[in-house]
């Protein structure tokens, strides 16, 4: 875009005619009235110049030797790169009203006849650029917010920090057609700085410097060339939302702010960034807040057996910050172990409030002496009466009994146990209704539990997936076992195979009888 055009005053005219003196006399004035002017005396030599050079306006003759004004004119107004450039045409004959139609008709913006007055000529030449340079910020401006709300968009789809600042510091760049630095932190402390159309990187503590001399205040603010630490010249924009929040700073390359439309475009820039990061702390401390939530619901430890030792994890949802209601529990009975999983159905603070309920109930009824099958039926009951639409579960319950080698199960719902030894691993062929519908189920079915024999009790967040069946996942599951990996690099492993991106939390826990 020429500058000439978009600010206003002298332009730069390209003047077409083969006469010499009609030439002279109209680059004479032209000059006069403070114009640059660039000469051609034929319409190849004015397309010449068109394609290699920009111009603000054309002053063409009608009648030239090669070709007619009025085919210049229309191979003018036809080329995306110049149909905004005005053409003045000046004809040296006498002409009818219906060559003015004519002209005008196919793309001129003035006719004029000479003998013209020199004032008529300046006068028809400013007219046209007015329009023109009118036109030309239009576009412009327009085509700099078209910019602006893709940058919009792609700094409001970011879901971490360093996402955040490569959106800000692109859109920076393609808006105002310079190089840019986004600078933000992240919770952590962590200062994320991405830069866009530039190799160099500004050092951190340059960066650190910047950062802690910023102004404490709420808002937008421009900072003038001047006070960047590595880039004096340059010109930055920094914002924050909230008093105790570090600012965001978007950094722009010397001149790419040439009027308050473009210190306007990098403030509203700027603005959706500091919103868009808001939105990102406000994520992390409710995901931290949810997780401390979930994991006070959950067995701080896990008993300790040598004979029988056990590993759990959890592992929340990856694709939100609510709370789920995932558990595992471990309730020493005496000398037996009655160990639970279980499920709420949900993914809300009433799943998770449930599921509380569900481990102190479950708890109660274990040390109270009742059996799995008889403490599933009385969690039932209760889901059924006071969770009747919110309180869907489903539990797996073993009971262990290390004297005679035997575990009792009982399952509602849930995925079943698998179980891993020198003969491979297989799935417990044990199924229940789920609790909270008030159905029969059936007694605890008695197997036995050699020694070197691993357990695996997990919810479906580890074996369920949109668009694959629970078998499919469970059979992955059950091919990748091992009855002889450590326990708790075997939960890794599971969990880093089977447990990434997954839409549902996962809990996990595993035990091996020993000899």
Not at 415 to 443: F, M, N, Q, T
């Amino acid at each position: 875009m020429n500058p000439t055009a978009m600010g206003g005053g002298p332009a730069r005219v390209l003047v077409v005619d083969d006469l010499d003196a009609s030439r002279f006399i109209a680059c004479s004035w032209l000059r006069r009235g403070g114009h640059t002017v660039v000469e051609a005396t034929t319409a190849a030599e004015a397309l010449i110049a068109l394609e290699s050079d920009s111009f603000d306006l054309v002053l063409l003759d009608v009648h030239l030797p090669d070709m007619s004004g009025y085919d210049v004119t229309e191979r003018i107004k036809a080329d995306p790169r110049t149909r905004s450039i005005p053409v003045v045409m000046l004809s040296a004959t006498y002409i009818e009203p219906e060559d003015k139609v004519i002209g005008l008709t196919r793309g001129a913006d003035a006719y004029l006849t000479e003998p013209v007055d020199p004032g008529e000529l300046l006068a028809n030449v400013e007219a046209a650029l007015r329009y023109h340079r009118a036109r030309a910020l239009a576009e412009h401006l327009a085509a700099r917010l078209t910019r602006l709300t893709t940058a919009t968009f792609a700094v409001n789809a970011a879901t971490t920090f360093d996402a955040l600042a490569e959106a800000a510091a692109i859109g920076a760049a393609d808006v105002l057609d310079t190089e840019a630095t986004a600078v933000l932190t992240a919770p952590s402390g962590a200062v994320c700085v991405v830069t866009a159309g530039t190799e160099a990187r500004p050092r951190p503590e340059d960066v650190e410097q910047w950062m802690s001399a910023l102004s404490p205040g709420v808002g937008v603010a421009v900072v003038e060339a001047g006070a960047v630490p590595w880039q004096r010249s340059a010109l930055a924009v920094v914002a924050r939302t909230k008093p105790r929040r570090p600012p965001i700073g978007i950094v722009v390359g010397p001149g790419a702010v040439t009027g308050d439309d473009d210190r306007n475009l990098l403030r509203q820039l700027a603005q959706a960034t500091a919103l868009a990061a808001e939105g990102l702390h406000t994520f992390a401390e409710e995901h931290s807040l949810a997780l401390t939530l979930q994991r006070s619901l959950l067995p701080r430890t896990l008993p300790h057996r040598p004979e029988l030792p056990m590993t759990a994890r959890y592992v929340p949802a990856s694709s939100n910050a609510e709370i789920g209601g995932d558990f595992y529990d471990v309730i020493e009975l005496g000398g037996n172990l009655l160990i639970a999983i279980g499920d709420v159905c949900g993914h809300s603070i009433e799943a998770a409030t449930v599921m509380g309920e569900v481990r102190h109930t479950l708890r109660a009824y274990a040390v109270e002496g009742h059996r799995p099958a008889e403490v599933l039926r009385r969690v039932d009951a209760l889901l059924e009466r006071f969770h009747p639409i919110s309180g869907l579960t489903t539990m797996c319950l073993l009971e262990v009994d290390l004297e005679a080698g035997t575990m009792a199960v009982a399952n509602a719902g849930h995925v079943p146990p698998l179980v891993v030894d020198d003969r491979g691993a297989r799935y417990v062929s044990v199924h229940g209704p789920l609790l909270g519908i008030g159905l029969e189920r059936p007694e605890a079915t008695v197997l036995p539990l050699p020694p070197e024999t691993t357990v695996v009790l997990t919810t479906d967040g580890l074996v369920e997936r949109p668009g694959m069946d629970l078998d499919e996942g469970m059979e992955k599951l059950r091919a990748t076992m091992s009855n002889t990996e450590d326990m708790d690099h075997l939960a890794d492993r599971l969990l880093a195979e089977l447990g990434q991106g997954k839409q549902d939390d996962i809990a996990l826990l595993l035990l091996r009888r020993r000899g």
